[in-house]
């Protein structure tokens, strides 16, 4: 079963940017959405963003629409968020996701993906 392997978190000042990495661990992502959850401190993992197998189309939660950008590259079994413009609400941990079926749209549905990697720290410091 494919396992996701998330990396990139960090410690960042507000406005700065992150580039978080997802890399599928024995299998491949390639004909899976991929979706992007985060979980901040106290609270329920909520939807970030979510790019379909082909990488053509896009879903972004409000918050972080125009500020994330999520992209894959198939070759290297590697789907990125790059975070832009980081605010101190952006402070999570940030986990990553395949759609549960190949070729499916991309949702914001947490129960329509998994299994779920162990998750990267981002902070946000003001």
């Known amino acids: 079963q494919v396992q996701p392997v998330e990396s990139g978190g960090g410690l960042v000042q507000a406005g700065g940017s992150l580039n978080l990495s997802c890399v599928a661990s024995g299998g491949t992502f390639s004909r899976y959405t991929v979706a992007w959850f985060r979980q901040a401190p106290g609270k329920e993992r909520t939807f970030a963003a979510a790019i379909s197998w082909r990488g053509d189309r896009t879903l972004y939660a409000d918050s972080v629409k125009g500020r994330f950008t999520a992209s894959r590259d198939n070759a290297k079994n590697t789907v990125f968020l790059q975070m832009d413009s980081l605010k101190p609400e952006d402070t999570a941990v940030y986990y990553c996701?395949?759609?549960?079926?190949?070729?499916?749209?991309?949702?914001?549905?947490?129960?329509?993906?998994?299994?779920w990697g162990q998750g990267t720290q981002v902070t946000v410091t003001s």
């Open positions: 996701a395949p759609g549960r079926f190949p070729f499916g749209v991309p949702t914001m549905r947490q129960h329509d993906f998994g299994p």
